[in-house]
């Protein structure tokens, strides 16, 4: 083998590598192009995401307003029946005994602070679960964030591996072809 034969390979190795090269390339390239093209309709859809997370909170917070004041209504009518049906017991009672335990004044506000608590109760427990869907999102977002800088961190690794393979197989040939022209030198 002469020194043109060796050159020569060399050339047709480096065009098949630029061929390669490309071949390679382009799938890559395209991939690209349908993951940013993914990524902005799904950038997109955002608005739309935040606008039904914030109507399904609206609704809820309403639909528990509605609850405790349907409620709120209904005890209200259930304690004018009770004080209107308790009241000519009651004053016969209150006229023997002066008891306060069973005056209609008590009864109605211990009745009305039982509702309120449960009405409050509804309230925090709705809240509460606000809270851990938002904690819940929160985590999801610190995943995608940490699932980025590591698949980033990965493809520098990748991308350092396949350079260091690169440059090392380049020196090789290099070295192979300094190697052939010394020999051939000789000759």
Do not use: G
């Not at 390339?25 to 349908?34: V, Y």
């Not at 809820?60 to 209107?84: C, G, H, P, W, Y």
């Not at 995943?143 to 380049?170: C, G």
């Amino acid at each position: 083998m002469d020194i043109c034969d060796c050159v020569s390979y060399i050339n047709m190795a480096s065009n098949k590598n630029e061929k390669n090269r490309e071949t390679f390339n382009l799938p890559l390239d395209e991939t690209k192009s349908t993951v940013k093209k993914t990524t902005n309709e799904a950038l997109n859809e955002i608005p739309r995401y935040t606008k039904a997370v914030k109507e399904y909170q609206e609704e809820t917070i309403q639909a528990m307003k509605d609850i405790a004041e349907n409620f709120l209504e209904s005890q209200k009518e259930v304690i004018r029946s009770m004080r209107t049906l308790w009241e000519p017991y009651n004053e016969n009672v209150q006229n023997s005994y002066a008891s306060y335990w069973v005056s209609p004044q008590s009864f109605t506000e211990n009745y009305a602070r039982a509702v309120s608590n449960i009405t409050d109760s509804l309230i925090a427990a709705t809240r509460f679960w606000n809270n851990i869907l938002f904690a819940s999102m929160d985590a999801w977002k610190n995943s995608m964030q940490h699932a980025r800088d590591n698949t980033i961190e990965f493809s520098r690794l990748s991308t350092n591996v396949a350079n260091t393979f690169e440059n090392t197989a380049r020196d090789n040939l290099r070295d192979f072809s300094r190697e052939v022209e010394r020999r051939s030198r000789r000759e």
